[in-house]
C-alpha cells in the first residue's frame, strides 16, 4: 500500500443545464489559447504583423484537430470497428470522448499553417520556429485531459506519487490501485522543453525550422521513455501492439527524432531572408513614400533614431529659420530702443527645440532692452 497517491477526479463531464462541459475538451482549448498567446507575442518581437498567429490559429486548429483524431483512430482502429471493438464506428467521431495523436496533429496542422503562410507570403519555417515554444506547452496543459479521463497512465507503482485508477479501466492490473502518472510526466517535460527552446532561439537565433527540429527531437526523447512506462492498449482492444518490444508510438519517436536531428544538421548553413509577410501590409508613411518594414524591427518601425533623422530635416530646418528670424528681429528692436546690445549668440536652436529655444531668447533680450530704456 503507498504511503501517498494522487486521487483521480470523480467527474471529467459538469452540466451546464443541458449543455456538457468537459474537461478534456476544455485543456485542449487552453492549450491552444496558451499556444497562440505565446506564439504571437514572439512573433512581434521577431518583427512580425500584430494578429498574424490568430489568422494562421484559424487554419492550423481544425486542420490539427482532424489529423490527430484521424491518428488516433488509424493506430486503434478496434476500438471502433473491430469485431470485438467496445465502441460503435460513430464514435469514431466523438473527439471530446478523448483520442489525440500528437503526430497527426502537427502533421496536418502543418498543412493549415502553410496555406495560411502562402496566403500572407510568410516563410513556413519562420512561423514553425516561432511557435515550437508554445506547441509544445499546448500539448502538455492537453495531457490534463486525460488525467481527467482516467487514461494513458503507466504501470503500476507504489511511488508517493502514483495515480489512482477506478479498478475495470483499459490498462488496468487487477489488484492494484496506483500507476505512473504519465500524463504529469509528459506535462512537466513539454513544460520545461519550451523554456529551453525560448532560451536556445534567444541565445543562438536559431532560424529556417532550426528551433522546430530542437522541438521535434527535444519532445519525441521524451515521449519515448515515457511511453515505455504505459500499460494502456494501442493497436489492439487489449492489449499494446509491439514490435521488437516496443509500442508504434516509441518507433514513431525514434523516426522523427532522427529526422530532426539530420534536418538540423542540414540547415545550418542556410542564411537567406525569412519572409515575414510584412512588406505587403506597410502602407504609405505620412511624406506618401513607401515603407519598408526593417527586419529586425518590422512590427515595431524603424528605430526611434532613425525615425527622428528621417523626420527631423523638413521640420527642422522651418524650425531654425523661424528662430533665426526672431532673434534678429529681437535683436534690432534693442538697439532702435537706444541701448548697446551684446552680441548676438550663435543662432543655431537645438533642432528638436529651435522655436522654444528662439522665443526663450527674445523675450531675453526684450527685457534687456526695458532696462536700458529706463
Known amino acids: 500500500m503507498p504511503l501517498a497517491s494522487i486521487p483521480s477526479p470523480s467527474e471529467g463531464v459538469w452540466y451546464l443545464g443541458p449543455i456538457p462541459i468537459r474537461a478534456y475538451a476544455l485543456c485542449i482549448m487552453l492549450g ?147 500507476y505512473h502518472p504519465t500524463f504529469l510526466y509528459e506535462f512537466i517535460w513539454d513544460v520545461a522543453l519550451a523554456f529551453v527552446l525560448i532560451y536556445l532561439g534567444r541565445r543562438y537565433a536559431l532560424r529556417h525550422g532550426r528551433l522546430f527540429a530542437l522541438y521535434v527531437a527535444g519532445y519525441t526523447f521524451g515521449r519515448f521513455w ?3 512506462l504505459r500499460v494502456d492498449p494501442v493497436g489492439a482492444v487489449d492489449h499494446a501492439v509491439t514490435f521488437l518490444g516496443l509500442r508504434i508510438n516509441q518507433w514513431t519517436s525514434i523516426v522523427l527524432f532522427i529526422g530532426a536531428l539530420v534536418y538540423f544538421y542540414l540547415a545550418r548553413n542556410k542564411d537567406t531572408e525569412e519572409s515575414l509577410g510584412v512588406e505587403a ?67 543655431k536652436p537645438d533642432p528638436a527645440h529651435g522655436a522654444d529655444q528662439a522665443d526663450e531668447e527674445a523675450v531675453l533680450t526684450a527685457g534687456e532692452g526695458e532696462t536700458g530704456r529706463g
Open 226 to 228: 515515457i511511453e515505455g
Open 32 to 178: 491552444i489559447v496558451a499556444a497562440v498567446w505565446l506564439g504571437e507575442r514572439r512573433w512581434r518581437a521577431r518583427g512580425g504583423m500584430p494578429g498574424t498567429i490568430i489568422d494562421l490559429a484559424v487554419w492550423a486548429v481544425p486542420f490539427g484537430l482532424v489529423g490527430g483524431r484521424l491518428y488516433h483512430v488509424i493506430t486503434d482502429w478496434q476500438r471502433y470497428f473491430g469485431p470485438d471493438a467496445p465502441g460503435r464506428p460513430i464514435d469514431a467521431l466523438f473527439i471530446w470522448n478523448g483520442g489525440l495523436g500528437i503526430w497527426g496533429a502537427i502533421a496536418l496542422g502543418a498543412v493549415g499553417v502553410w496555406i495560411g503562410c502562402r496566403r500572407r507570403g510568410i516563410s513556413l519555417s519562420a512561423i514553425a520556429d516561432t511557435v515550437a515554444p508554445g506547441v509544445v506547452l499546448a500539448q502538455g496543459i492537453g495531457r490534463w485531459g486525460n488525467y481527467f479521463n482516467q487514461e494513458l497512465f503507466g504501470a503500476p507503482t507504489d511511488l508517493p506519487w502514483g495515480l489512482e485508477i477506478d479498478p475495470g479501466r483499459p490498462g488496468t492490473v487487477p489488484g492494484e490501485d496506483t
Open 281 to 347: 501590409a506597410s502602407g504609405p508613411d505620412d511624406t506618401g513614400e513607401g515603407a519598408e518594414a526593417d527586419p529586425a524591427h518590422g512590427g515595431e518601425g524603424a528605430d526611434p533614431e532613425e525615425g527622428s533623422a528621417h523626420e527631423r530635416p523638413a521640420g527642422g530646418k522651418a524650425e531654425q529659420a523661424e528662430g533665426a528670424g526672431k532673434t534678429e528681429a529681437s535683436a534690432a528692436r534693442t538697439v532702435g530702443a537706444g541701448g548697446e546690445a551684446d552680441p548676438p549668440a550663435d543662432p
